[in-house]
Structure formats: C-alpha cells, structure tokens
C-alpha cells in the first residue's frame, strides 16, 4: 500500500470517529429527550434542555478542534503538511 | 501603522472595538441630555452603515484573485468572525430568542442543527474545497465531474437556495431600516439594499471579509451586553449562562399555575396577524424524538451544502487554517447562540411573574394599558392583549406577542436606556446585511464566474470579468430587493427552505465528490437536479394540503430531497462508465493537504 493510500485510511478512520461523535450529541442523546430531562444537570438545568442550550453546541466546538489537529498530525506522520504556513 | 494590513488586523479591529464602545458611551450621555429616542436609532445605523461602506470603499480591488476569494490571504481567527457574521442572519439576531419563547424544546433543534452543520463542514468538506482551489461551488462541482451540464446544475441549486434565503435578508435589513430611520417599509428596503451593495460592489470577497468581521464585532455586542445587563438588573444572576437553573424551574412553576388555556377560534381571530402567545412549554421536552432530530438534520445537512458559508473557507491561507478556522467560525456562533435560551428565559420571566415588578399576567387590564412600553409595542404590532373571559384581569392566555418583540422589546421592558434599543437595531442591521452580502456575492459570483467566464467567454479578460460580476450583484440585489418588498413570506420560513433546497441538490455531490472516487457526471448531474426537484415537488405537495411521509413536513423537505439524490446518483453512477483515469488522479491529489491546488492561482 503506498504511502498516500495508508495517509487516506488514516483519514478515513479519523473521520468515522468524528462522525460517531456528531451523531451522540446532535442525534443520540435526543432520543432519551424525554427521559433524560428529568435528571438534573450541569448548573441545575435539566439535562436534555442544557444540552440543547449549551451542551451540544459547546461539544461541536470542541470535537472540531480536535478533530483539526488529530488531521494535522495525520498529514505530518506521513510527510503531507503544508509547508507555507500563516 | 507600519507593515502591511493583515499583519495589523488585530490592531485594527482593536481600535474599532474601541471606537464603537466609544460610540456607545457618547450615545447614553447624549440620551441623559435629552437627545430623542428617534435620534439615537438613527445614529446608530447611520454611523455604523457609514463604517461598513468606508471599508467597502477601501477594499475595492481590481484583481480576479482578490475579488472572488479576497487573495486567499484571511487569518483564521478574523475568518472566523467574518463567517459567524456571513452565518448569523436577521433570522438569528431577531427571530430565534422569539421562537424559542414561544416554542421552547422543539424548536431548539434548530440551535443543535446550526451549529452540528459545522462539524460536517470541517470534516467532509472545507479543507478538501480549499486544496482544490476553486472560487465558487459550482467551479468544484464542474472540475469534478466535468462538462457544463453539472457545473450549470450546481449553480441552478446554488441559485434557488441562496435566493430564497437573501429575500428574508433584505426583508429583515427593510424592516430594521424602516423602523430606526422611521420610513415606510417599501423605501427601507432599498436603503437597506444601497447599504449592502456599498460593502461589497467595489471590493467583492475582499470587501465583504472586512466588513464582515466588522459587522461581527457589533452584533456580538449588541446581543450580549442586553441579556447581561438584564440578567443583573433582575438579580437572576452576573453570569446568565450558567445561573438561570432557578429561572427556567420557576418558568416551570408558573406554567403548572397558569395551565395552558386552549382558546376559543373565535376569540383568536381578533387577534392581529403575526401575533402568538405562550401555548407550549419552556423547557420540557415537548416534541417526539423524530420531530426534533429531521429537525436538527435538515439544518445540519443544510448547512454543509450552503455555498456562502462554503466559499469563506476558500479564503484561507492554507488547508489546515481552512479546518481551524471552521472552529473559530463554531466558536463565534456560539457566543451568540448559547445566549439566545437565556434572552428567551428572562424575557418571558420577566413578563408573566406576577411576583417582578415587570410582570404583567395578573394585573388588571387598565393597569397594563397604561404602562408606556406596552403602548409603544401595542402600536408597533408587536404586543396585544384582549380580556377572553372578561374577568378584567391578563391571562397567560390573553396575552400576545410577535416573535421579534423577544429581542426588540426586552430590554425596554426591564428598563434598560433607550441606547441599549439603538444598539440592538444595529446588531440586528449588521446581522442581516451581512448575511445578505454573502448571498448575493455567492450568486453573482457562481453566474459570473461559473455561467458567463467559464461557459459563454473563456476568453474573456480580467476587467471585463469583474464588470459582469458586479452588474450582476446590482440586478441579483435588486431582484431580491423588489421580491423582499412583496412581503410574501415570514422571515424564518424562507431561511429553512433555503437549508432545504441547499441539502436536496447539493450535499451528496459535494460530499461524494470528495469520498467516493467513483462517483462520475452522470450521477452528479441526476443527483443535483433529481434531488432538487423530489424537494420542491415535496414541498408543493405538503403546501398544497398533501399529507406527506415519515412525518417529513415543509420545514424538513431536504430530508426527501436529499435522499432522492442520494440513491440517483449512486445508482446512475454505478451504471454507467467510472470517472477517467486523470479525473481520479485529481481525486486523489484533493486528498493531500500538501502541494499545488487543483486549479491554478488566477484560472
């Protein structure tokens, strides 16, 4: 296997995780809506409106950010990173 | 200032920074010295349209590269501002705080929908368009795939999409205009158009970037520093975010006590046009699981498919500052929309708790016809309330309210200084213009560069390029213009048609573009226009009294749409001939952050 295609199924991997990720917060935990905003959560909000207010939201920052340097070290490891950078 | 101007961005918008608060200051002392409420309205969107335009004017330009993707030069902090700004339409600043009143948990899904797009963005697509190098959406769909059919087909989506968002745009700039500068709605919104075509005529992607982000930097404030202010004015806490707990459970209480009173037909046709009161719940979960995730979805997918947000990224040094970027433009939006709960929280608090001093259920209806705020918003059309029972005291249920009144009225009603009000016109104009700009560059651009250069002159030389590209912004914008000035439908309706329309033509083309090496012209051009007709076919048909399927309803048609293009274009694709051998190799290069882009620097 060359190494660009090694490079691509690394990157094909990374994105299967992020993707199981998005689905948890933006899908996931939606379909216990119901059940799960009986329980009490961060700061006292019930749980299902906090992650429709800030959770959810908050989580998609985070993932996209790591998701960018999980990439970053990806194209490194195998020689592809820019090298102009800002 | 020494050195060149990126170098300098943050001091620049330091300054600005600074200079708006300034200008904000000097209003609240001018209103303690008597200057009228009218006048303040319109210095703010006078003085802040001015600002814009002079940034427009300076960033004018007469070069390809800078026109269409502002010279590929935008830090990823500052084009992360610029695509919050790009991204937070009227619909955002106005509209959501209301829908959330009124509709709570249900609508929310639209909050997780317009921030779970990004992570599709960041994932499936910016870095790959920017290593293409493209300047528009359709110029990757057309290098692609190949031929002037899919490159026509993608801006034919683009088109209807974009269209049907830029309407509500200008609808919402006419009505922000015709109330801080007290002119009729027909005028407000070509004064409304002139102030967009300012900020990006002359300079064209250059132009919009940086009044974008300028236009961030007000919006930003303007919605934050009201919900701050009135969060610690009522005692419900310095840091509203993560102090409201008590709030939302006493909003529950009062529910539980009011009860949600069905009314009468009868008795809800003398209420006026526009106008709903509190029928649903705060903060309970009171949509199915399905309603909310089509929901959130079509949003999601929407989001990924919409070649404004998507052509901010080609203006990025690099690959990897394109998919770092994504995260400050998430991180942007953010700020905004986690605040937006909170407004609708102390809004409503604010309002139906007899135990506030602002709370108005309870009191006699003499009593709240006589309080100033009400009179203003009674005339304004925004609030109404009418004795159902004739027991001479306000209901939960007799009381009425339109969805912007959330954002507009709230801080008059906790008795906030007019100044605050000047200020939230503002953001709510900055807001939609630059929304609006990314729209209708988005078009001009796709016909200019993709219809006109790429299809009818080849040959055609730089100037003669960019003068097509802003005659065509001109008539795009006034086309808009003169659709907004019908007033055909509300503000929020036309932006989830246009996710809608976005996601049926567009997101499997652009996403199986890049990952699936297989995927040839045929599918493409089959998946972009089958998908857009099976969503507008679906759409017509609910509109139209049909039933519809899988509870798929005209907000989420795109889930149709989309799965129509899905199944053509692997189909089609499966059955004819696999892409040739230099087609795939370009595949494979899109891959790779490193090395040339696909397309040459000025193609």
New interface residues.
């Given amino acids: 296997m060359s190494n ?1 295609q090694k ?2 199924e690394k ?1 094909r991997g ?2 299967f995780i ?2 199981a990720i ?1 689905f948890v ?3 996931g935990i ?5 059940e799960m ?1 009986e329980v009490t959560g961060p ?4 749980w ?2 906090w ?4 959770g ?3 989580a ?2 985070i ?3 790591w ?2 340097n999980r ?2 070290k990806i ?1 490194e490891e195998f ?8 | 200032m020494k050195g060149n101007f990126i170098d300098n961005l943050p001091k620049v918008y330091g300054i600005y920074t600074g200079g708006f608060i300034g200008f904000i200051i000097i209003m609240a002392i001018a209103e303690q010295m008597g200057m009228t409420a009218k006048a303040i309205g319109i210095a703010f969107v006078a003085f802040t349209v001015f600002i814009y335009a002079l940034i427009g004017w300076l960033s004018r330009t007469a070069q390809a590269d800078a026109y269409y993707v502002a010279g590929r030069q935008v830090p990823t902090v500052f084009n992360g501002m610029a695509t919050a700004a790009d991204w937070m339409s009227g619909a955002s600043f106005v509209a959501m705080a209301g829908g959330i009143y009124f509709k709570g948990y249900g609508y929310m899904a639209l909050l997780v929908g317009w921030t779970g797009g990004y992570v599709l963005v960041a994932s499936l697509l910016a870095p790959y368009l920017r290593k293409f190098g493209c300047y528009t959406v359709p110029d990757f769909i057309g290098t692609r795939y190949g031929g002037n059919l899919a490159r026509f087909s993608a801006v034919v989506v683009l088109t209807v999409a974009s269209f049907t968002y830029v309407t509500a745009q200008i609808n919402a700039t006419g009505t922000i205009a015709s109330v801080a500068l007290d002119i009729p709605f027909q005028y407000a919104v070509y004064v409304g158009l002139i102030s967009i075509l300012l900020c990006s005529m002359l300079g064209g992607m250059r132009g919009v970037t940086w009044t974008q982000v300028a236009q961030y930097i007000v919006l930003i404030i303007a919605y934050l520093l009201p919900v701050f202010w009135i969060s610690n004015k009522m005692g419900a806490g310095f840091f509203p975010h993560f102090m409201l707990a008590d709030e939302v459970a006493r909003i529950g209480e009062l529910e539980q006590q009011f009860g949600f009173v069905k009314n009468a037909a009868a008795d809800l046709k003398s209420v006026p046009k526009g106008l709903a009161g509190i029928t649903k719940a705060h903060s309970a979960v009171n949509a199915t699981p399905w309603a909310f995730i089509s929901l959130a979805l079509a949003m999601m997918m929407g989001t990924a498919s919409l070649p404004h947000v998507m052509m901010r990224y080609f203006t990025t040094p690099s690959v990897k500052a394109a998919r770092k970027s994504v995260g400050w433009s998430l991180f942007f939006i953010f700020l905004l929309y986690s605040s937006a709960p909170m407004l609708a929280t102390l809004s409503k608090l604010s309002l139906i708790d007899p135990n506030l001093p602002t709370g108005i259920i309870g009191k006699t209806f003499a009593e709240v016809e006589a309080i100033d705020w009400y009179q203003n918003w009674n005339q304004a059309n925004l609030m109404f309330i009418s004795d159902f029972n004739g027991n001479g005291t306000l209901e939960l249920n007799e009381f009425f309210m339109g969805g912007k009144a959330v954002v507009l009225a709230t801080p008059e009603i906790a008795g906030l200084p007019y100044v605050i009000s000047g200020l939230v016109a503002a953001g709510g104009m900055a807001a939609a213009m630059s929304t609006a700009d990314g729209l209708i560059l988005a078009i001009a651009n796709a016909i200019s560069h993709d219809v006109y250069y790429k299809i009818i002159d080849p040959k055609a030389e730089t100037a003669k390029r960019l003068l097509v590209a802003r005659v065509l912004l001109v008539i795009i914008g006034f086309a808009g213009a003169t659709i907004a000035a019908m007033e055909i439908q509300g503000i929020l309706g036309s932006v989830i048609w246009a996710f809608d329309f976005a996601m049926s033509g567009l997101f499997f083309p652009l996403v199986l573009g890049v990952w699936w090496k297989r995927a040839n012209r045929q599918g493409a051009v089959a998946g972009m226009l089958g998908g857009l007709i099976a969503g507008a076919w679906y759409l017509v048909w609910v509109r139209t009294g049909g039933s519809g399927f899988l509870g798929i309803t005209q907000l989420t048609f795109g889930i149709f749409g989309s799965a129509v293009s899905l199944v053509l274009m692997v189909i089609v694709s499966l059955m004819t001939a696999e892409p040739d051998k230099a087609t795939q190799k370009m595949v494979d290069d899109v891959r790779v952050p490193s090395g040339k882009s696909i397309l040459g620097k000025s193609h």
């Fill in positions: 660009q490079h691509w990157t990374l994105l992020t993707l998005w917060f933006s899908i939606f379909l216990f809506g119901a905003n700061f006292g909000y019930p299902t409106y992650f429709t207010c800030q959810s939201l908050g998609f920052v993932l996209i950010f998701f960018a990439q970053e194209d020689g592809f990173s820019e090298r102009e950078d800002e």
